[in-house]
């Protein structure tokens, strides 16, 4: 009984190698974890009774992820830009080996950023980057672009000044991506700016669930009211909710 116990056991073994072995050479790519890599950036959404996706539909759309070589080093570092959290900024140290350098490089933000574009905007040979940023009522942060200028690089490490508004680039509509290149061709980069609009009316049909049936809440717009409506003594109802999309 042992000895045919041993023999299964061994055999699950020899499954087991063979078939990571098998999974390994079918992959072009290596995922690398955290620690591996040094990178632990995570975007997370808190949702709470004021700010969630009934009220800005966009909640979920994600932020935008930048790459360029900011230190002259030929190692391509990485920024994400943030929403609920602050963007974070990544010297890379090569093999794969990356280091936070958000606040040495001056490269924190307070706002719900979206898109990340990298440009040499100013023309000093140096990379630069520049930040949309997507405004809601209930955020209740500012809504201006930002534009981090490149100041240079100190012992390996780039800093940056926010200059948006000397730039005159400090937009405030609802921006979702720019892209940077020479419009007229005189040697300047110019900047088209994808832009988005925050409706004042969700999408998003609520009806409370009522024991007999249902009532129609969507003519009860604008949302920002329609919460007071629907609970006005705050009182605990189940919903079912349309999107649409
Ligand atoms: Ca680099
Ligand atoms: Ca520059
Ligand atoms: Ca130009």
């Not at 995570?42 to 909640?59: C, K, R, S």
Request: hydrophobic share 40%; with cysteine.
């Amino acid at each position: 009984m042992l000895k045919n116990f041993t023999f299964l056991l061994i055999l699950i073994s020899l499954i087991s190698f063979f078939s990571c072995q098998k999974k390994e050479t079918n992959t072009l790519f290596t995922q690398l974890s955290p620690g591996e890599t040094g990178i632990n950036f995570a975007n997370h959404i808190t949702p709470d009774d004021t700010l969630n996706i009934l009220y800005f539909m966009y909640m979920y759309n994600g932020a935008g992820v930048g790459i360029g070589d900011f230190n002259g080093d030929s190692l391509p570092d990485i920024f994400f830009s943030g929403n609920q959290v602050s963007s974070k900024f990544y010297l890379n140290k090569g093999n794969f080996k990356f280091e936070d350098m958000t606040e040495k490089a001056g490269l924190k933000t307070d706002r719900w950023a979206t898109g990340v574009s990298v440009a040499d905007v100013n023309a000093d040979g140096l990379l630069d980057i520049y930040v949309c940023v997507a405004h809601n009522n209930l955020w209740n942060k500012s809504n201006e672009n930002l534009l981090f200028v490149n100041q240079g690089v100190k012992d390996g490490i780039p800093t940056f000044k926010e200059m948006a508004k000397e730039y005159n680039l400090a937009d405030t509509s609802y921006s979702t991506q720019a892209a940077f290149f020479d419009y007229d061709r005189d040697g300047d980069l110019d900047m088209y700016l994808l832009n988005n609009w925050l409706e004042k009316e969700s999408h998003n049909r609520l009806r409370p669930q009522m024991q007999t049936n249902y009532i129609e809440m969507k003519d009860l717009a604008p949302l920002d009211t329609l919460f007071s409506k629907i609970f006005p003594k705050k009182q605990a109802l189940s919903l079912t909710v349309t999107v649409w999309a």
